[in-house]
C-alpha cells in the first residue's frame, strides 16, 4: 500500500482496520482472511461481514496486552469459496490427519443433534480450528496450523511450514510459501493491489464504508 495512504490510516477507526485486514476477501480474490478487533466490536464485525455479503465467525477471544482490552479473532470468509477450498479432496484429507472427521464420518457421527448439512459440516469444522485455536491461545496446545486451509493456503504450503517450523521458506508474504513461489508472488500482488484500491476508495477518494462494502465484486467463483 502507498505510504501516503498507510500514513492517512487511522488504526483506530474500525472501518479502516476491517478494509485493511480484510480487502482481498472483500473483493472477492481470497477465500477469507483473519479480523483482529476488540471484543466490543466483534458485532460490528459480523454486521459489517453481512453487508458485503460474507460470513463470520468468531474463532477466539484473548486479553490483548496492546489494547488493554478483550481481543477477538474473527474469520471473515466467502461461504461458497471456503466450502469450495473445504472439500477439495486433498484438503478434507489431510484434515482428517489433523483429528478432524472426514465429511462421509460427520454424516455418520453418532454425536450429531440435527440433520447433517454441507453447511452444518463447515460450523463443525470450524468449530473444531475454534477449539484448537483457544487451547493454544491458553498455552495448552500447539498452533493449529490447519488453519491454513481454511484460510485458503496451498496445502502444499501448509505442509512445508509444518515440516520446517516455519524456516527455509522461498517467499514470505500472505503466508510462508515452500511451493510454486511464482504462483504466489502473483496471489500477493493482486492481494496488495486490492488492498490499495479499496483503501484509496476510502481514504483518498470519500466513499463511504458500506459503498465499499455493497460494491459488486464476484465472491463466488
Not at 22 to 45: D, Q, R, W, Y
Not at 67 to 93: T, V
Amino acid at each position: 500500500m502507498q505510504i501516503e495512504l498507510y500514513k492517512a490510516m487511522d488504526c483506530a477507526n474500525f472501518a479502516h482496520n476491517f478494509i485493511y485486514q480484510c480487502a482481498p476477501v472483500i473483493a472477492g480474490v481470497k477465500v477469507s482472511n483473519l479480523l483482529g478487533v476488540k471484543t466490543e466490536l466483534a458485532a460490528a464485525a459480523a454486521a459489517a461481514a453481512r453487508i458485503s455479503g460474507l460470513k463470520s465467525f468468531d474463532l477466539c477471544e484473548s486479553e490483548c496486552r496492546c489494547w488493554g482490552c478483550k481481543k477477538s479473532m474473527i474469520l471473515i470468509y466467502s461461504e461458497k469459496k471456503l466450502l469450495k477450498q473445504l472439500f477439495k479432496h486433498e484438503n478434507n484429507e489431510f484434515l482428517n490427519t489433523r483429528g478432524i472427521l472426514s465429511y462421509n464420518e460427520y454424516i455418520e457421527s453418532k454425536f450429531l443433534y440435527a440433520k447433517p448439512s454441507v453447511k452444518g459440516y463447515l460450523h463443525y469444522v470450524l468449530s473444531e480450528i475454534s477449539r484448537r485455536y483457544h487451547s493454544y491461545e491458553d498455552g495448552k496446545a500447539a498452533f493449529p496450523h490447519e488453519i491454513g486451509v481454511i484460510l485458503g493456503y496451498p496445502l502444499e504450503d501448509v505442509k512445508g511450514y509444518m515440516e520446517n517450523g516455519g524456516q527455509k521458506c522461498l517467499l514470505n508474504g500472505y503466508w510462508k510459501v515452500y511451493n510454486n513461489p511464482e504462483e504466489a508472488k502473483r496471489k500477493f500482488e493482486i492481494y496488495d493491489e486490492v488492498t490499495e484500491s479499496l483503501m484509496k476508495s476510502l481514504l483518498s477518494d470519500g466513499c463511504s464504508f458500506k459503498s465499499i462494502l455493497t460494491r459488486h465484486f464476484d465472491r463466488a467463483a
